[in-house]
């Protein structure tokens, strides 16, 4: 605090008009945040039906036990862990690629970014729907891949076959994500100090070298923050999902962990089983998040 | 400045080849990147035997604008569409305005004003950003219906009406704000709601424009919500009309594209015309996660 000391009752009045200025915080985030997340922890234990009228039992951990003994439920796990792998790799990898390729042009860096920006512009809804078409049949994706391939006439069943609809997924959210990914790339870079760069250049050092021994070394705290963002956006993957089993491709390979919570919530009416996948769920991404606060010291907090 | 440092150096054959390819890589990169996209809009002016003959042809022989009428009045003509893309722009501005007029006073009074517990305050808005909304969406849900806010506007609004990443922003943003200036306004005689609205809020320009533009995408894409809390088609917004259009097996290939490309034009309009806004939101959206 500067200058004089204010009064007592000064000093009272604006602690006072602190309070009412957060109020509203407080009691959205209780009502919207801090209950329902109790909420979600407590229905857990329950066993509790969707608008039913007969007051839920406590049942102790048996919904746990439920879920972590059921096929469905790490069939799940297994459907998110391929699909997170398969998307991460290709989108950490292409974002990087993207970005280091765009900051070392000249001209049209803002072209070339709001170009590969341009489908996160998009709703999930209507980027699945649009790949719904390429895939089918008769569609853009088998043409492509057959004049690839070289393999005139086959289908590849992109939404039919199991392993299949893994990768049509994959590939929806890696187009959708990849300018997302690569701008945050680009800011990464951006606050990479240039005198570092230069004075390796004097040192003779050549571009690859100053890739990995400048470039990337400097930009950890971006490439964790980035990793760890790609992760939980996989994690809570569902559009895409969602409307290709609505057209009928098989749910058993898709049925990702938001999914399952959705359909067990709504379809089946099990209120505490898909808690307990919800709470999972939460837990898993706590401690995602931990890690990367615990590998990323990043002492630029502010903006 | 790394362009600077290119230019000084010697042009070698290597350097000019190492552009090329990077060149290369970048143009095919967004091209491709771009296909579906123009296929959408392409196809969106197809009949539907156009957009599955083998092989493509990516520009309509005749412009069929029939798909367009025919995805507004939707399968069984009913128009549902147009009620549906009112609902979306209700929800999705009402809570971009809501949003940034409650961020900034949350965040005003947590960067500007000293109490006891105003820690405390901070560190739990911010650890809601934990909170995944896949986890507290059946809560919120069961709320909403005890409450009796299914199927209405504000059901589809309320858990939405701010969030933590805008008091964050909101904070950061005030806390730059020079404090003579209030305390200025403040020896004058003017009160603080006043100082607030006519001082604070009205200087808080850019950022209030990331987090409005922010709000208003989330919205927009907001399947999930939709999903449980409107039942009814007339309170069903964009994103849950195209599930429903969708699974519909009479549904022309070419009328879908065209309810995507309808769907798509005010994200990509604010695209066009506030791009920093997008591009520097993001970067600024992941800074609040360091």
Redesign the interface.
């Known amino acids: 605090?500067?200058g004089k000391r204010p009064a007592r009752s000064l000093?009272k009045d604006?602690?006072?008009?602190?309070?009412?200025?957060?109020a509203?915080?407080?009691l959205?985030?209780s009502?919207?945040?801090?209950?329902?997340?109790l909420?979600?922890f407590y229905?857990s234990f329950l066993n509790k039906k969707l608008?039913s009228l007969k007051a839920p039992k406590f049942v102790g951990i048996d919904n746990y036990l439920r879920v972590l003994g059921s096929q469905d439920f790490w069939n799940s796990v297994k459907a998110t862990a391929l699909f997170a792998a398969g998307a991460f790799v290709p989108l950490f990898a292409?974002s990087l690629?993207?970005a280091i390729?765009?900051?070392?042009?000249?001209r049209f860096k803002?072209s070339?970014?709001?170009?590969?920006?341009?489908?996160?512009?998009?709703?999930?809804?209507?980027?699945a729907?649009?790949?719904?078409?390429?895939f089918?049949p008769?569609?853009?994706a088998n043409?492509f891949a057959n004049f690839v391939m070289g393999t005139p006439g086959i289908d590849h069943k992109w939404l039919a076959d199991a392993t299949m609809a893994r990768v049509s997924t994959i590939l929806v959210y890696v187009?959708k994500y990849?300018?997302?990914f690569t701008?945050?790339f680009v800011?990464g870079i951006g606050k990479i100090p240039?005198s570092v760069?230069?004075a390796a250049?004097i040192d003779g050092a050549g571009?690859v070298q100053r890739f990995f021994r400048i470039t990337l070394p400097l930009l950890k705290?971006t490439t964790v923050?980035?990793s760890?963002?790609i992760l939980?956006q996989c994690?809570?993957t569902?559009?895409t999902q969602?409307?290709f089993t609505?057209?009928g491709a098989p749910l058993g390979p898709i049925n990702v962990?938001?999914l399952n919570?959705?359909n067990t919530?709504?379809r089946d009416q099990n209120?505490g089983r898909?808690?307990v996948m919800?709470?999972l769920?939460?837990l898993f991404?706590?401690l995602l998040?931990w890690a990367?606060l615990r590998y990323?010291r990043?002492d630029?907090?502010?903006? | 400045m790394s362009a600077a440092t290119a230019k000084r150096a010697p042009v070698k054959a290597g350097a000019v080849a190492a552009s090329a390819l990077a060149w290369t890589l970048l143009a095919a990169g967004s091209l491709l990147v771009m296909v579906p996209l123009a296929f959408m809009l392409g196809a969106s002016l197809m009949p539907p035997a156009e957009i599955m003959k083998m092989p493509y042809d990516w520009i309509p022989k005749v412009p069929k604008w029939a798909n367009y009428l025919q995805a507004l009045a939707g399968n069984d003509g009913n128009w549902m569409y147009l009620r549906n893309i009112l609902n979306s722009l209700i929800v999705s501005v009402t809570i971009a305005t809501t949003t940034v007029i409650l961020s900034s006073l949350v965040g005003y009074g947590l960067a500007k004003f000293e109490f006891r517990g105003k820690n405390a305050v901070f560190m739990g808005i911010m650890a809601t950003m934990m909170i995944p909304f896949e986890t507290v969406m059946i809560p919120l849900y069961l709320i909403i219906v005890r409450l009796r806010m299914q199927d209405s506007y504000l059901g589809l609004i309320a858990p939405f009406l701010m969030n933590a990443f805008g008091v964050f922003l909101m904070r950061q943003y005030l806390l730059t704000f020079p404090n003579e200036i209030l305390d200025a306004a403040r020896i004058d005689g003017c009160s603080e709601p006043r100082i607030f609205r006519s001082i604070v809020f009205a200087n808080s320009g850019p950022a209030a424009a990331t987090l409005a533009i922010l709000a208003f995408r989330q919205q927009w894409d907001n399947l999930l919500w939709p999903l449980l809390v409107a039942q009814r088609e007339e309170m069903k917004t964009i994103p849950a009309y195209i599930v429903k259009f969708a699974a519909e097996k009479s549904a022309d290939e070419g009328a879908m594209m065209a309810v995507a490309a309808i769907a798509s034009i005010p994200v990509f309009a604010l695209f066009f015309t506030l791009s920093k806004y997008f591009l520097g939101g993001s970067a600024v959206y992941s800074a609040g996660k360091e």
């Open positions: 605090m500067k000093e604006r602690s006072r008009w602190g309070w009412a200025f957060v509203p915080g407080i959205f985030f009502l919207f945040s801090f209950y329902p997340i909420n979600a229905t608008l292409l690629l993207f390729l765009v900051v070392s042009r000249k803002r070339l970014q709001m170009a590969l920006y341009s489908p996160a512009v998009l709703s999930s809804a209507v980027a729907l649009i790949w719904l078409l390429i089918d008769r569609g853009l043409q187009w990849v300018g997302y701008i945050l800011t240039q760069n230069e250049v571009p705290p923050l980035v760890v963002m939980i994690l809570k569902f559009s969602y409307l609505q057209r962990v938001t919570i959705y919530a709504l209120l898909a808690s919800s709470v769920l939460f991404m706590l998040s990367q990323s990043s630029e907090a502010d903006l």
